[in-house]
C-alpha cells in the first residue's frame, strides 16, 4: 500500500476538500483526486461521498480513518527516529513568510546556533497557510507566520513591527512639521499588498481621503516597494523591520499620521503542542533582544 496515497486520504480529511489538501500537498488536484481512487481500488471500498465541492466520509471512510492517522503518524515518526539516529546535525525545519525570512530569521538565526551549535536549519518560504499547514503535516516543525490559531498549534506572539510611511531622505514630507494624510493625494504611491488585516485598515483609511491617493504601484513584493522609494520614484506605507537600515543610515524618513496610528505586521512563531519546547523558548528571547520588545 502506498503511504502517498494514505496520506492524501488523511489531508483531504483535514481540509475537507480536494483542492485545499493539493495545496497543503503542493499537488493538483487532480493528483490528490488521482491517490484517493487509487487507494480506494486498493481497499476495494469508497471512502468518500463527493457531492458538488463538498466532500464526506462513507462508513467504509469512516472505519479506516483513525488508522490511516495511525499510519501516517507512525511513518512520519520513523523517519524523525532515523534523523535523531543519524551521524548528521539535528535538522530544524522552518517555514516563515517572506517578511519573516527576508527581515527576521537573519536577525535570529545566528544566535540561535550560537545556543545550538550542532542544529542544521532547513528553510522553507510560503504563506501564513501553507506554513500553518505544513507544521500540522510534521513536514516542518516550526513557523514565522501571522496571526493564526489553531486548537493543535502552540502559537506565541513573536513582533508586532508598526507600518509606517517612508519617504526618500529627500522628499519635501521628510522637512515638514506636521503633514496631514489628505496631503498624500498629490504623491505618487506604492502600495505592498500583502493581504493581512492591517493593510485592509489602510485601505479603508484611503476610502475617506479626497482626493484619493494617487497610487500607481501596487505590488507584493516588499523588496520592489522599498528599491521604489530609495529611488525617489514616489511614498510607500511599509513595515519598519524592512528599511530598519536604510532609515537608521538616513536614506529614507518615516512619516506618522494619527489615521494610521497603532497599524502593525504581526508575525508569530507555531509549533505543535510539546514539540521543540527549548527551541520554541529561545527564539522567543532572541527575538526580543534582537528585534526589540513589541509595540503590542
Given at each position: 500500500?502506498n503511504?502517498e496515497?494514505i496520506?492524501?486520504?488523511v489531508?483531504?480529511?483535514?481540509y475537507?476538500?480536494?483542492?485545499?489538501?493539493?495545496?497543503?500537498?503542493?499537488l493538483s488536484q487532480?493528483?490528490?483526486?488521482?491517490?484517493?481512487?487509487?487507494?480506494?481500488?486498493?481497499?476495494?471500498?469508497v471512502?468518500?461521498?463527493?457531492?458538488?465541492?463538498?466532500v464526506?466520509?462513507?462508513?467504509?471512510?469512516?472505519?479506516?480513518?483513525?488508522?490511516?492517522?495511525?499510519?501516517?503518524?507512525?511513518?512520519r515518526?520513523g523517519?524523525?527516529?532515523?534523523?535523531?539516529?543519524?551521524?548528521?546535525?539535528?535538522?530544524?525545519?522552518?517555514g516563515c513568510t517572506a517578511?519573516?525570512?527576508?527581515y527576521?530569521?537573519?536577525?535570529?538565526i545566528?544566535?540561535?546556533?550560537?545556543r545550538?551549535p550542532?542544529?542544521?536549519?532547513?528553510?522553507?518560504?510560503?504563506t501564513?497557510?501553507?506554513?500553518?499547514?505544513?507544521?500540522?503535516?510534521?513536514?516542518?516543525?516550526?513557523?514565522?507566520?501571522r496571526?493564526?490559531?489553531?486548537?493543535d498549534?502552540q502559537?506565541a506572539?513573536?513582533?508586532?513591527?508598526?507600518?509606517?510611511?517612508?519617504?526618500?531622505?529627500?522628499?519635501?514630507f521628510?522637512?515638514a512639521?506636521?503633514?496631514?494624510?489628505?496631503?498624500l493625494?498629490?504623491?505618487?504611491?506604492?502600495?505592498?499588498?500583502?493581504?493581512?488585516?492591517?493593510?485592509?485598515r489602510?485601505?479603508?483609511v484611503?476610502?475617506?481621503?479626497?482626493?484619493?491617493?494617487?497610487?500607481?504601484?501596487?505590488t507584493?513584493n516588499?523588496?520592489?516597494?522599498?528599491k521604489?522609494v530609495?529611488?525617489?520614484?514616489?511614498?510607500?506605507?511599509?513595515?519598519?523591520l524592512?528599511?530598519?537600515?536604510?532609515?537608521a543610515?538616513?536614506?529614507?524618513?518615516?512619516?506618522?499620521?494619527?489615521e494610521?496610528?497603532?497599524?502593525?505586521?504581526?508575525?508569530?512563531?507555531?509549533?505543535?503542542h510539546?514539540?521543540?519546547?527549548?527551541?520554541?523558548?529561545?527564539?522567543r528571547?532572541?527575538?526580543?533582544e534582537?528585534?526589540?520588545?513589541?509595540?503590542g
Open positions: 500500500m503511504i496515497n496520506e492524501a486520504f489531508y483531504v480529511l483535514h475537507g476538500s480536494f483542492n485545499k489538501a493539493a495545496e497543503a500537498l503542493f487532480p493528483s490528490v483526486t488521482a491517490r484517493i481512487q487509487s487507494l480506494e481500488r486498493e481497499l476495494d471500498c471512502l468518500f461521498d463527493r457531492v458538488g465541492k463538498q464526506h466520509l462513507t462508513e467504509q471512510g469512516k472505519r479506516f480513518r483513525p488508522y490511516a492517522q495511525q499510519l501516517v503518524d507512525t511513518y515518526k523517519k524523525q527516529q532515523l534523523r535523531r539516529n543519524s551521524p548528521d546535525k539535528e535538522e530544524l525545519r522552518i517578511s519573516a525570512a527576508h527576521m530569521l537573519p536577525e535570529l545566528p544566535a540561535l546556533r550560537e545550538f550542532e542544529l542544521r536549519l532547513k528553510l522553507f518560504t510560503g501564513t497557510d501553507e506554513v500553518a499547514a505544513r507544521v500540522l503535516g510534521k513536514e516542518l516543525d516550526l513557523g514565522f507566520v496571526k493564526t490559531s489553531h486548537p498549534l502559537t506572539a513573536l513582533y508586532e513591527d508598526p507600518i509606517r510611511l517612508y519617504v526618500h531622505a529627500n522628499h519635501p521628510a522637512t512639521e506636521r503633514l496631514p494624510i489628505e496631503a493625494g498629490r504623491e505618487p504611491l506604492f502600495f505592498f499588498e500583502c493581504g493581512a488585516l492591517d493593510w485592509m489602510i485601505h479603508r484611503f476610502e475617506n481621503m479626497a482626493p484619493l491617493p494617487n497610487l500607481i504601484v501596487q507584493d516588499l523588496e520592489t516597494a522599498k521604489l530609495l529611488r525617489n520614484a514616489g511614498i510607500c506605507f511599509l513595515p519598519g524592512s528599511v530598519r537600515e536604510e532609515e543610515g538616513g536614506l529614507v524618513k518615516a512619516i506618522d499620521f494619527p494610521t496610528s497603532g497599524i502593525a505586521l504581526s508575525t508569530s512563531l507555531i509549533s505543535r510539546g514539540e521543540n519546547a527549548d527551541i520554541f523558548r529561545e527564539l528571547r532572541i527575538s526580543l534582537r528585534l526589540g520588545p513589541s509595540i
